[in-house]
C-alpha cells in the first residue's frame, strides 16, 4: 500500500524532473499547479489511496466491529433470557 507521504515524495520527484525539463522559472511557475494537479489525478485514476484515506477506512472498520461485537454480547444476553424465561 502507498501512503500519502510515498504519493508526495513520488509526485514531487516527478514534478520536479518534469519542471527542470523546462527552460525558464516564469514557465516552471505557472506549470506548477498543473503538473501537480495532473499527477494526483493520475494516481488517483489508478486507485492509489492517501494515508489519509486509509486511515478514514480503518477508523470505519474498527466502529463497525466495535458496533458487531457490542450486537453479539446482547444477543447472548437475549438468548440467555429467553432460555431462563422456557
Request: aromatic residues 2%; proline residues 1%; without cysteine.
Amino acid at each position: 500500500m502507498i501512503t500519502e507521504m510515498d504519493n508526495y515524495s513520488t509526485l514531487k520527484e516527478i514534478r520536479d524532473r518534469l519542471l527542470s525539463l523546462l527552460p525558464t522559472d516564469g514557465i516552471k511557475t505557472q506549470l506548477q499547479s498543473k503538473i501537480d494537479a495532473t499527477l494526483k489525478s493520475a494516481f488517483e485514476e489508478l486507485g492509489v489511496l492517501t494515508q489519509e484515506e486509509l486511515d478514514q477506512q480503518v477508523k470505519v472498520l474498527e466502529r463497525a466491529h466495535n458496533r458487531i461485537d457490542e450486537l453479539e454480547r446482547t444477543l447472548v444476553e437475549l438468548e440467555t433470557r429467553v432460555g431462563k424465561a422456557d
